[in-house]
């Protein structure tokens, strides 16, 4: 891996979003394939910096600045990635669901999400389930996450996959679900496509569903 | 702002309480413990039992059926019904803090989002500060005028004189920093933009906190006051960047309220809220506690938010006996219930882990037990459950073997017929 890439890799680790952006320019003009620039060095390094989180080296800052390099080394170099050759990430909307006020991990996740290369549509907190329907007609967003800090609210989740059911919605969206009460067992129950146990994973899931690589 | 004057300092009726209660803490025991004397005599020692107490708004208000545009809104209210929950379940330490994080971001006019059946909330998404320079377009709140700050005076005033002393709360730097300007954005601008930041959490402090905190001194009497501090919990920042960056405006905040008589100290900055189960540490845990100190000055050893339930409690044992407190000497000891565990648990498993507790952590007094944060769909009888497993376990001396110990789930009344009975509510309903 060429030093430039190396230095871009680093960046995102480290959570530098200025020097990222500048290493990602350097790697293009140095006529590097926005490919491998992204591959080597930019996706390598966010999953680094997953790897640290998991092990307990990296925490919630870290991964947030972090993620900010990462977007910021994309935005470089994605429009010069060939049609179909680079990674799309795709449109997430997402809310807490009606009669639930918690914010702090739908922040948390909304950040992350779009620091990953989401177009992030966040529709807030206390979200009516017939609203989360509805944006998911007008938006055609390719992911739909569900938030709930609540056993009692988390239970609308299932009226939202329901509703989507209902209103020929359901094959054009995939399901994402999380927050504290929620689980693996939770999401089977319910129908939905993924279950994000943290910030992170909900990125892992995300880009599962969407088969990034 | 509300009838009556403010208490000045404590009642008599505190006064006698908390002179007996120390005196049962060093040995001596001349009467009956009231919840007063219970948590004096619990700082100090060994009481009767070990005390409880809880932050509960939102529970409070679902209990008691409370609309949230009364409860929110009405000070009176508010504390009739904080007051009336309290007491329903028994709690030595009734609080009436309300949605603490919120008074003075509202009052600088934080986009608020207002539901019908919960409390108001910052909206994190469409933050005060989108851009440093929105900094200096921020006007200080007056205390008196603006938003529900007033009505958040009133409510320390009027505790406190049910209570016979004044506690004021008020929103810690950091967490005030997060709700206007976001927490994603804050932790870079601490990052890339520190002069900033630094300037953010100097407005704060001397232009927002300490001027919030002297009129909850002149209007209700206070000599101490507590700020919540949630956002500075771990792993939302780790234990040095709490020493970093909290540490010193928690300092700054507590050196300028100083000379008007109040003792302002951040509470629960580095609580260790680690929630995979497979993450937690005794070492992040004792980092957290230590951090904790250097925040507030004095080694505590405190389960605030976190899953209590899933850490090694010898280390938290540990950490206070061999902790030391100038002219105190061993630290205490504040466990807390998790919420979503009192919430979700069965009344055995919560029995159970109060069990487990007193067991490990509560032989020797200087221990308390703390319902964090219970959720509003909490059922009553989880919180039954909790208190009375600290009153059948936590009977000093503590037995040497707890299994030896039955519990038996009280059977009580509904909060509906208890404030009935009783009038708890008779004044404001």
């Known amino acids: 891996m060429s030093g430039t890439l190396e230095e871009l890799k680093r960046a995102i680790v480290e959570g530098d979003d200025d020097v990222a952006l500048d290493r990602a320019n350097d790697a293009l003009g140095e006529g590097i394939d926005p490919l491998e620039v992204l591959n080597q060095a930019i996706v390598s390094g966010i999953e680094e910096a997953g790897r640290l989180w998991n092990d307990n080296r990296y925490f919630l800052p870290d991964v947030i600045l972090s993620a900010g390099a990462f977007k910021a080394a994309l935005d470089v170099v994605e429009p010069h990635l060939a049609e179909g050759a680079g990674r799309k990430s795709g449109r997430i909307i997402l809310g807490v669901v009606a009669g639930d006020m918690h914010d702090l991990g739908k922040t948390i996740v909304t950040a992350m999400l779009a620091g990953a290369g989401f177009e992030v549509v966040d529709l807030g907190i206390d979200v009516p389930v017939q609203t989360l329907i509805d944006k998911a007609r007008e938006l055609e967003p390719d992911i739909l996450g569900l938030g709930a800090y609540m056993t009692t609210t988390m239970l609308l989740m299932k009226d939202v996959i329901e509703g989507l059911n209902a209103n020929g919605l359901r094959d054009k969206v995939k399901v994402m679900v999380g927050g504290v009460p929620t689980s693996q067992e939770f999401a089977d129950e319910i129908g939905a496509d993924a279950w994000g146990k943290d910030a992170l994973d909900a990125v892992t899931k995300a880009r599962q569903l969407m088969e990034v690589e | 702002m509300g009838n009556g004057k403010p208490p000045s300092g404590l009642s008599s009726r505190v006064v006698v309480s908390g002179v007996n209660g120390a005196l049962y803490g060093w040995g001596l025991h001349l009467g009956k413990l009231d919840g007063i004397g219970r948590s004096a005599a619990a700082a100090l020692g060994r009481p009767d039992h070990p005390p409880t107490f809880a932050q509960m708004h939102d529970h409070a208000m679902h209990v008691a ?365």
């Open chain 2, 65 to 429: 059926k409370a609309p949230a545009r009364r409860f929110y809104y009405e000070a009176p209210y508010f504390v009739d019904v904080m007051m009336a929950v309290a007491n329903y379940y028994g709690l030595d330490l009734p609080l009436c803090a309300g949605d603490i994080y919120n008074y003075e971001a509202e009052a600088m006019g934080a986009k608020m989002i207002y539901g019908e059946d919960s409390m108001p909330t910052i909206d994190h998404a469409d933050p005060l500060i989108k851009e440093p320079r929105d900094l200096l377009k921020l006007k200080p709140p007056d205390p008196l005028k603006d938003g529900r700050m007033p009505y958040a005076v009133e409510v320390v005033k009027l505790a406190g004189q049910r209570l016979g002393f004044g506690l004021g709360n008020f929103c810690a730097p950091f967490s005030l920093a997060c709700g206007i300007r976001s927490y994603p954005l804050l932790i870079r601008d601490m990052r890339k933009n520190p002069s900033f930041a630094h300037d953010l959490f100097t407005f704060l402090v001397d232009e927002v906190l300490v001027p919030f905190v002297r009129v909850q001194k002149e209007q209700a009497g206070v000599k101490f006051a507590l700020g919540a501090d949630a956002w500075a919990a771990f792993p939302n920042l780790t234990p040095e960047m709490v020493e970093e960056w909290v540490a010193p405006y928690a300092h700054r905040l507590l050196d300028a309220c100083k000379p008007f008589g109040v003792i302002a100290s951040a509470i629960a900055s580095a609580d260790y809220c680690e929630e995979r189960v497979d993450k937690i540490s005794n070492e992040m845990i004792i980092k957290c506690f230590q951090a904790f100190a250097k925040v507030t000055g004095v080694p505590i050893a405190f389960i605030g938010m976190g899953r209590g339930q899933d850490w090694d409690l010898t280390a938290v044992r540990d950490y206070a006996w061999n902790s030391k407190i100038k002219w105190y000497g061993r630290a205490p000891i504040i466990a807390g219930i998790n919420a979503r565990f009192l919430r979700d648990s069965s009344v055995e498993e919560i029995a159970e882990l109060v069990k487990r507790y007193i067991d490990v952590m509560g032989r020797r007094g200087r221990f308390f037990i703390f319902l964090a944060n219970i959720p509003a769909d909490t059922p009553p009888d989880h919180v039954h459950a909790a208190i009375s497993a600290v009153r059948t376990y936590g009977r000093y001396p503590i037995a040497d073997d707890l299994d030896q110990i039955e519990f038996k789930m009280p059977q009580r009344e509904s909060f509906e017929e208890y404030a009935s009975k009783t009038g708890a509510l008779s004044a404001t309903a």
